[in-house]
């Protein structure tokens, strides 16, 4: 699989809206008064980049508002089962202070009195890592670890789903790709192995990655990817198609050169009103007019800035020819008193051959 480009800013929360609930906190109604995500997770860290990072995946609504927690150039927490997102920071700072992940995590469950229905992954970039699947969590739960990164999962459909996440985290482990990329490949590999046991229910995902390294992020805590598929029916694929997006990874997209009759239709209308190969009497029509070239991307951008209409200098994409660009193409061959001939010309255009 390609290389993907640098996250550098921090990517667009994908959520959806809640309706407000009066005298309480605008959280999904599924969230019970004992926040329980029943799902898998992956922590990680990449000492090669110092990047640290965790991706999850359930049946609840947006589980990366409770489970994920990162934190730049320190380490990675998941928190799951019967959900103490307390965890998330005060592991964060046992790892920040120095402490090795096994002493922390026995420390901040040492005095819980609901452990055993706790599930918790740590990694820190330095400190090791450590995890709890307590007594009475849901089965199939546990956890399993491999080199710089934690797996842990609860009601799961068996451990085939943790081997599976394990079994793409170190086929990738050597590639240079970026975190949250290996994340999200994981995380699809243990739900094609069947993932959650549950079925018909909401479900959402997400990956959260912090980067410590000067310039690689704008945010002052590191974040440079936050993808939160709060509610989507395939939210692991969506994971994917949004990363995809944003890192303009190769196939996000189809590319093509666009080729037709609107073409040169719209090469006779530009060159009527002098955009198009002014100095030129009349236009060849033949091989190649019906493609979308460079020249006349050209002549569409000259067109729309002396409209008005916006231009590649303020955000549009170089070439736009959408409902307004043809509009005031009309308009102005009407006003220089061209649009009859235009017609015409059109009207008596047969298939070009290319």
Excluded at 53 to 71: D, F, L, M, S, Y
Excluded at 72 to 94: C, F, I, K, P, W
Excluded at 192 to 212: C, L, P, Y
Aim: charged share 20%.
């Amino acid at each position: 699989m390609p290389m993907h480009q640098d996250l550098r800013a921090t990517c667009l929360l994908v959520s959806v809206g809640l309706a407000p609930i009066t005298g309480t906190a605008q959280e999904p109604v599924s969230w019970s008064g004992d926040l329980t995500f029943h799902t898998f997770s992956i922590a990680a860290i990449d000492p090669a980049t110092g990047e640290v990072g965790v991706a999850v995946t359930t049946r609840v609504a947006c589980v990366g508002n409770g489970v994920p927690w990162v934190r730049a150039g320190v380490g990675a927490v998941a928190t799951q089962a019967s959900t103490r997102v307390e965890y998330g920071n005060e592991l964060l700072d046992m790892l920040e202070r120095g402490m090795a992940a096994e002493a922390a995590l026995r420390d901040a469950t040492a005095n819980d009195s609901r452990a055993s229905h706790r599930q918790v992954g740590v990694i820190g970039l330095r400190g090791g890592s450590a995890q709890h699947t307590g007594d009475s969590t849901s089965s199939w739960a546990g956890h399993r670890a491999g080199t710089n990164f934690v797996t842990q999962g609860n009601l799961l459909v068996g451990p085939q789903v943790l081997d599976a996440v394990v079994r793409s985290l170190e086929s990738t482990g050597v590639t240079g790709r970026h975190l949250a990329d290996r994340l999200i490949e994981a995380l699809a590999a243990g739900q094609a192995a069947g993932g959650d046991a549950r079925k018909g229910r909401v479900q959402s995902a997400a990956v959260i990655i912090a980067d410590a390294r000067p310039g690689r992020s704008r945010r002052p805590d590191g974040i440079t990817a936050n993808i939160n598929v709060c509610e989507h029916p395939t939210p692991v694929a969506e994971l994917r198609r949004i990363y995809n997006t944003i890192s303009q990874t190769l196939g996000f997209r189809t590319l093509q050169q666009f080729a037709g009759q609107d073409v040169i239709q719209l090469r006779i209308m530009l060159h009527a009103l002098g955009y198009f190969r002014p100095d030129a009497d009349s236009l060849e029509l033949g091989r190649g007019a019906s493609l979308y070239a460079a020249d006349m991307v050209e002549a569409v951008d000259a067109f729309r800035a002396a409209h008005q209409l916006s231009t590649s200098a303020r955000g549009s994409p170089r070439g736009l020819v959408n409902e307004a660009t043809v509009a005031q193409l009309w308009l102005a061959l009407e006003a220089a008193g061209k649009a009859a001939e235009v017609q015409r010309q059109v009207a008596n255009l047969t298939a070009v051959r290319r």
